[in-house]
Structures are given as C-alpha cells and as structure tokens.
C-alpha cells in the first residue's frame, strides 16, 4: 500500500510543479501578446513585474487575509483541548510543528489548511465541523489538511489564485481598452498589417486567457487534494475515517456562509453545494475539488 501511496503522490507533484511553470509561461506570453498590440513592451514589464510583486505579498500576508475574509478566529489549548490534542498527536506523526489553530463559527462542516510554510501555518475547522463529525472523522480531516501543509500546497494554491486573478484583470483591461476607443485613437493604418494581427490574437486572448487560467487553476487544486488524500491516509493508517468524513461533509446540505469563489478551493470539500449527478469532461474541468465519490473510491482502494 505504501508504495502505491508514495508513487501517486510524487507523481501529482511533479504534474502540479509542471502545471505551475506553464502558468508562469502562460502569464508572460499573454503579456508579451498585449504589449505588441498596444505597441509598448511596458505591457510585458508590468505583466512580469506585477505577477511577482503579487506572488510577493500573497507569500507573506495571504493567510491573514483568507483568515480576515472567513471570520476566523483563533483558539487556544484550554479553549477547546480535545482539538489540539488531535493536532498536536498528528503533527508528532507527521514531524510537523504544530500550526495555530482557528475556529470558523459556521455550522457547516468544512475546514481548510493556509500559511507560507509548516513553520507558519494555520489549520482552520469550522465549528460545524466538530460538533458533526466523531473523533476518527476528525483526525482523519486533520491529517488531510496537514498534509497541504508539509507539501506546501497551501503556498502553490495561494500563488496560483494571484496569477488567475492577474490574468482576468489584464484581460479585462485590454477588453475595456478596445470598447473605449482604443483602436479609434491609434489611428487605422500605424503598425501595417502585423499590428492588426496582433490585435485580433489579442482580442481572442483577452476572452480565452481567462477561462484556460480558471481550468489551470481548478486542475492544480484537484491534484493537490487527490495527493493530500493519499497522505492524510498513510499518516493516520486508516483511509476509512478521511472517505466517512469526505462522505459526511458532502451530504451535508447546510452552505458554508463565509465561502467565496476565492477561498472556495482551499477548503478540504467544495463549500458550495450543487445537484449530484453524472458529470462530463467541460463541468469536471471548472470544478475546484474533485468528485466526492472518486475521492472515497481511491481512498477505500488503499485498504485493498
């Protein structure tokens, strides 16, 4: 089991590295595109610069601002002593340093892992969470979460979320650059016939770069989950409680008030609850977690 546990986790590694490098790729050519269409390679630098400035401060201030926008708050030993026991059992196992723990007053049972690095990090549980689920369900999320936390999946999610933002705005700007008379204030002729080619690829980049960065971002996020499944697994040695608990927040119907589009991927189940049923290839691609059911299936397969 073991084996199989350690193959499918270094190999959604370096698919979630190779991911992130074609991002940054993705980010400098669409750029490189819309500098060449306004004529300025001040485009390019400030596509470049802003995208690292960006990644920048979300490695240093992203978990406060994700804790600020879910109304976290933090709790201490003798505030809830059972939970920190199961944390700090956990990250014995692990050999992580304990993170802070915070508590989201939301009865509805999720829970998400954000921080810079191990030594940084923060495990965050709603309230919901601890009064639905039993002890083995409990340490099996918390092994699930920890596990983002040794991977450093939450600093990868963090710097992907910056980039899909950047490139949605820059496209929106060029959109909006075009519909007030951007094209009519350069004149129809300055540039000759490669400018207005420029443009058109432009154009058609500013509507698709969004959507391919979305899917790009919902992909990495759905490997991170799969490899931090299989790891919370191997930490707590009993699939079965992480799958019961997978199960019990799925079914859950209560929505998760504090949740947004931004924060949604970073929870250990998507907060946002929709109609079961079959799902296709273009509805899988925008989804931010994988399915529930392939998730327990993989996990109830570690048992075999």
């Known amino acids: 089991m073991s084996k199989t546990i350690y193959t499918h986790s270094d190999s959604n590694k370096r698919k979630t590295w190779f991911l992130m490098s074609a991002f940054l790729v993705f980010v400098i050519m669409v750029g490189y595109v819309f500098s060449i269409a306004l004529d300025t390679h001040i ?14 401060v979300s490695y240093w201030w992203s978990d406060k601002i994700v804790l600020k926008m879910s109304g976290a708050k933090e709790v201490k030993f003798e505030d809830n002593k059972e939970l920190y026991r199961v ?68 600093l990868i999610s963090t710097i992907t979320t910056v980039l899909v933002g950047f490139v949605v705005l820059l496209a929106d700007w060029f959109m909006h650059w075009i519909f ?52 919370g697994a191997l930490l707590t040695r009993y699939p079965e409680g992480l799958a019961l608990a997978l199960e019990k927040i799925s079914k859950d119907q209560e929505k998760l008030e504090v949740a947004n589009r931004a ?42």
């Open 87 to 154: 944390v700090e059992n956990l990250c014995i196992t692990a050999g992580l340093p304990t993170p802070k723990i915070y508590i989201i007053n939301d009865s509805a049972p999720n829970a998400f892992a954000t921080g810079r690095d191990p030594e940084h990090a923060v495990v965050a549980v709603t309230s919901g969470l601890l009064h639905k689920l039993d002890k083995v369900e409990l340490e099996g999320v918390i092994s699930h979460e920890l596990s983002h936390i040794g991977n450093r999946d939450i």
């Open 263 to 304: 924060t949604a991927h970073m929870y250990i189940s998507n907060p946002f609850k929709k109609k079961k049923g079959k799902k296709g290839f273009l509805s899988k691609a925008f989804m931010s977690h994988p399915p529930v059911e392939e998730r327990v299936t993989a996990l109830k397969g570690l048992n075999k």
């Open 43 to 56: 485009i390019l630098y400030i596509a470049v610069a802003f995208s690292v400035i960006s990644a920048f």
């Open 180 to 231: 007030w008379g951007g094209m009519r204030d350069r004149g129809g002729d300055k540039g000759g016939e490669s400018q207005i080619i420029f443009i058109i690829i432009a154009v058609i980049l500013s509507i698709l770069a969004p959507i391919f960065a979305y899917i790009m971002q919902f992909a990495i996020s759905r490997k991170q989950e799969f490899k931090a499944d299989a790891d």
